[in-house]
């Protein structure tokens, strides 16, 4: 995550200097080079977006799975009380 981080700022940067470059062109090629900065920094700012994202997604992932893996030794329990029951009521 931290290489996708790393690649976002240095999307963002290229963005920038991309813009400045293209001042000291022509007004075509100003355009051009202004409008491509723009749209790359965004690019940047979406990688950043996604990688706060996943971030999260993973956090909740990871304590539905640490709330499932305490909450089995009841379950196991529970089924294993029920076994017998079923055992008991049919002998």
């Given at each position: 995550?931290?290489?996708?981080?790393?690649?976002?700022?240095?999307?963002?940067?290229?963005?920038r200097?991309?813009?400045?470059?293209?001042?000291?062109?022509?007004?075509?090629?100003?355009?051009?080079?202004?409008?491509?900065?723009?749209?790359?920094?965004?690019?940047?700012?979406?990688?950043?977006?996604?990688?706060?994202?996943?971030d999260?997604?993973?956090?909740?992932?990871?304590?539905?799975?640490?709330?499932?893996?305490?909450?089995?030794?009841s379950?196991?329990?529970?089924?294993?009380?029920?076994?017998?029951?079923?055992?008991?009521?049919?002998?």
């Amino acid at each position: 995550m931290r290489s996708m981080e790393l690649v976002g700022r240095e999307r963002r940067e290229v963005a920038r200097q991309l813009s400045i470059w293209g001042e000291e062109c022509d007004e075509d090629v100003s355009d051009i080079t202004d409008k491509l900065g723009v749209l790359t920094f965004e690019i940047g700012e979406l990688e950043d977006l996604f990688i706060d994202r996943y971030d999260q997604y993973r956090v909740t992932i990871k304590s539905i799975r640490n709330i499932e893996a305490s909450v089995q030794p009841s379950r196991d329990r529970k089924c294993l009380l029920h076994t017998v029951r079923i055992r008991e009521c049919t002998n």
